[in-house]
């Protein structure tokens, strides 16, 4: 935990060729060997701590696989992939600032549309492929631009809170925002 934490500090601040595991070490206050012991390098922990976040959000989306029925709607779909980047709040945010590593939030975004897809086709039944597609670049855009305002302001709100605004949005459009009766 305390390297974790360190690592995504540096990584906040400069790209990830420029942090040494001297220095990582010394900001999580550990010594090198436990580093070692754990890890072969820095590249290591990162692909380790992308790995782990890949399976929380693998298993956020495994409900997208199941017959839901009527139960299955898009605050379902979203609420637990909402509550996985909450619990990778410090990855989420290293992935998305300027030192983030882009290939790894395009491979969390290809595995969410493999699930949605699908999902939503059995959701919006007469709905083409293509629409689908669309749909899905379109809401999967939106959600980082979420995620993105959900982190800048410390996460405040619950994954469900965030999840039901994102809903309103997909599916009212701009007028969600419109009071109820005007």
């Not at 540096?10 to 436990?34: D, F, H, M, W, Y």
């Not at 909402?82 to 790894?104: M, R, S």
């Not at 039944?125 to 689908?132: L, M, Y």
């Amino acid at each position: 935990m305390l390297i974790r934490k360190a690592f995504t500090a540096l990584l906040g601040e400069k790209p990830i060729q420029s942090i040494t595991v001297k220095e990582l070490c010394l900001k999580a206050g550990i010594n090198r060997g436990t580093f070692y012991a754990h890890y072969t390098d820095i590249y290591d922990l990162l692909e380790k701590m992308e790995d782990e976040m890949t399976a929380d959000f693998r298993k956020a989306l495994e409900p997208l696989l199941s017959t839901g029925g009527g139960e299955l709607t898009p605050l379902h779909i979203t609420t637990g992939v909402f509550q996985c980047l909450k619990d990778n709040a410090d990855i989420c945010t290293v992935t998305l600032g300027p030192y983030g590593d882009k290939e790894f939030a395009a491979r969390l975004i290809q595995m969410g549309q493999e699930r949605c897809v699908e999902t939503y086709t059995r959701y919006f039944e007469d709905a083409t492929p293509g629409q689908i597609e669309y749909l899905y670049a379109f809401v999967s855009a939106g959600c980082i631009g979420v995620l993105e305002k959900w982190l800048a302001e410390g996460m405040a709100g619950s994954a469900r809170e965030i999840a039901a605004m994102t809903e309103d949005i997909m599916m009212s459009g701009i007028g969600c925002l419109k009071k109820q009766g005007a």
